[in-house]
C-alpha cells in the first residue's frame, strides 16, 4: 500500500493566535489521528525543529491508504484542515529502495 506525506505550515492569522488557543486546535488533531489510528490505518504526525530544537518549520502527516484520492479524503478530515489553520500539500512517497523493511517505518514511530 502506498505511503502518503502531507506537509503543513500554519496560517499567518494562526501564527497570530496564542499557544494556548493553538494547543487547542493541535489537540483535536492528535484525538483524530488516535481515532484513524483505531482503524488501521499507519499514520504518525509531528512536527519540524530547527538545530536549537525550536518549532517553527511545519509538521508532517505520514499514513499509508490505498490510493491519492483516499489519502486525501482522509486529510481533508484533519481538524486542522478543516479550521483551515494550516497551508498543507499531499504528496505520494515513492521509495526508491525495493526492500520491504526500507519502508516500514512503523517501529520508527510506535
Not at 497570530?16 to 493553538?22: C, D, F, M
Not at 489537540?27 to 509531528?46: A, C, E, N, Q, Y
Request: hydrophobic fraction near 40%.
Amino acid at each position: 500500500m502506498p505511503w502518503f506525506i502531507k506537509t503543513e505550515k500554519f496560517t499567518a492569522s494562526t501564527e497570530q493566535l496564542t499557544p494556548i488557543k493553538r494547543a487547542l486546535y493541535i489537540d483535536k488533531h492528535r484525538l483524530w489521528v488516535s481515532k484513524v489510528r483505531s482503524l488501521g490505518i499507519k499514520i504518525f504526525s509531528g512536527y519540524l525543529v530547527n538545530e536549537n530544537h525550536r518549532p517553527g518549520g511545519g509538521g508532517l502527516l505520514i499514513f499509508e491508504e490505498i490510493s491519492f484520492q483516499k489519502a486525501k479524503d482522509l486529510v481533508l478530515e484533519d481538524p486542522m484542515i478543516k479550521a483551515g489553520i494550516v497551508e498543507w500539500e499531499l504528496n505520494e512517497w515513492v521509495p526508491l529502495s525495493k526492500d520491504e523493511n526500507a519502508i516500514s517505518i512503523e517501529g520508527e514511530f510506535s
